[in-house]
């Protein structure tokens, strides 16, 4: 097959999206499908542009044999409503022109949010006469209202319109948790074409290692700093666990909208540090450095379905984690044994939580290797691009039989 993913988002950019294209892109590379990306130019989350990548409208590139086309984008960083529109809108219009040069496509795999590469994704497979695959990652604009980032109703209803039209036209929606897949069968998508294919980790890219036993115990955060992980509330807590004189050290790695702010609230707080974005390939040693680790979300009911990859990752490190969270990150934590779970938004719990896992580094350890027994056995990205594959198999058939016999 020849596969064409649409997204806003990928490498070299950092992020949980751009790992996952990357890694499923690879892998079906390597049994023999033929795999186009394409997407903007790399401006993620800073809106600046690489050198490498300045001045151009279109390029094409090779990224272990998965072909790459590039198309003109405005950059913009990932904070400010009317700067971040016009940077989707412009990826959507400009990949139009981009996805002529790309023939024989049997199968179109969109990217939701942002609603606009959704509905890139329904012209790009309208013009190709190919299914859409439409992977919803968060329900929007749903959790953009939850969290109080878009509150126009005029906006609301044309954002509702455009995500009704992309499920419409799409052969079948894959989310990552079932909890997703009841609020859009409930909210009147067809049960057959809603299909939850999880979330997955790259098992391979992780070893376990022996617990750090030296200096003083290291929370590791890695991932996005914004408005929906609550990151705040880790700060909370280490403000809590200072004036206690407890012996444990933060590192914040990532960037978003809120790090800056958070950053300045942190001064005074000496083990406290922010190292922003890290190249893809020193993630799993900063997490192997750390005594435990913390995924956090906000209290917004939304996020009861959420299971975030970099918690996977975690897990698959072997380092315990701390999910500052409810709902399905706190039961898989929970049902792993993986960790200790406590309520989202509450920095004395959570605070409490790495008291336990700074005093006791023989329960910490017991619950990283029990993370990783249970990543191996139900979250491997092998295990993932099954799924996909068998679903674009299904997909496919029809579509390429009648396309073959025009």
């Known amino acids: 097959m020849h596969i064409l993913f649409v997204t806003h988002y990928f490498h070299p950019e950092i992020g949980a999206p751009q790992t996952r294209i990357l890694e499923v892109a690879r892998l079906l590379r390597g049994r023999g499908h033929e795999v186009t990306v394409l997407t903007g130019f790399p401006n993620y989350p800073d809106g600046v542009i690489p050198e490498a990548y300045r001045g151009r409208v279109f390029q094409r590139e090779d990224v272990d044999g998965i072909r790459v086309l590039r198309s ?32 024989d496509v049997d199968a179109v795999i969109g990217e939701s949010p942002p609603l606009f590469t959704a509905a890139a994704a329904v012209a790009v497979a309208r013009g190709h006469r190919a299914p859409l695959l439409l992977n919803v990652a968060d329900l929007w604009p749903e959790s953009a209202v939850q969290l109080g980032a ?27 948790t079932a909890g997703m897949r009841d609020v859009l069968i409930a909210g009147g998508q067809p ?9 997955a980790v790259d098992i391979d890219r992780f070893t376990v290692e022996p617990l750090p036993d030296e200096g003083p115990p290291r929370i590791v955060y890695c991932g996005t700093v914004g408005m929906a992980q609550g990151v705040g509330t880790l700060i909370e807590a280490m403000r809590r666990l200072a004036a206690e004189d407890d012996p444990v050290e933060l590192i914040v790695a990532g960037d978003g909208a809120e790090r800056a702010e958070l950053e300045e609230e942190a001064r005074g707080l000496d083990r406290v540090r922010f190292v922003g974005r890290l190249p893809r390939e020193e993630v799993p040693a900063l997490i192997a450095s750390a005594r435990m680790t913390v995924v956090s979300l906000r209290d917004v009911p939304l996020f009861k379905d959420a299971l975030p990859t970099k918690m996977l990752e975690y897990m698959a490190a072997g380092r315990p984690v701390i999910a500052a969270a409810a709902g399905q990150a706190a039961d898989v934590v929970s049902s792993a044994g993986a960790g200790l779970a406590c309520p989202p938004e509450d920095p004395e719990a959570l605070a409490g939580a790495v008291r336990t896992l700074a005093a006791d580094p023989a329960l910490a350890r017991e619950m990283g290797h029990s993370g990783r027994r249970y990543v191996e056995q139900r979250f491997s990205r ?5 799924h996909l594959e ?9 579509a390429a039989a009648a396309r073959r016999s025009t």
């Open 72 to 103: 003109v984008v405005y950059p913009a960083k990932n904070r400010g409503f009317t700067r971040r529109l016009a940077n989707h809108a412009s990826l959507a219009l400009s990949c139009l022109p981009a996805s002529l040069g790309v023939h």
């Open 150 to 176: 878009l509150s126009d109703p005029r906006a609301i209803r044309l954002a509702e319109w455009l995500e009704r039209f992309c499920y419409r036209h799409a052969r079948f929606i894959t989310v990552p």
């Open 191 to 199: 049960e057959e074409r809603v299909v939850h294919l999880t979330n």
């Open 382 to 386: 092998r295990a993932f691009v099954d």
């Open 390 to 398: 068998r679903l674009l198999e299904r997909a496919v058939g029809p």
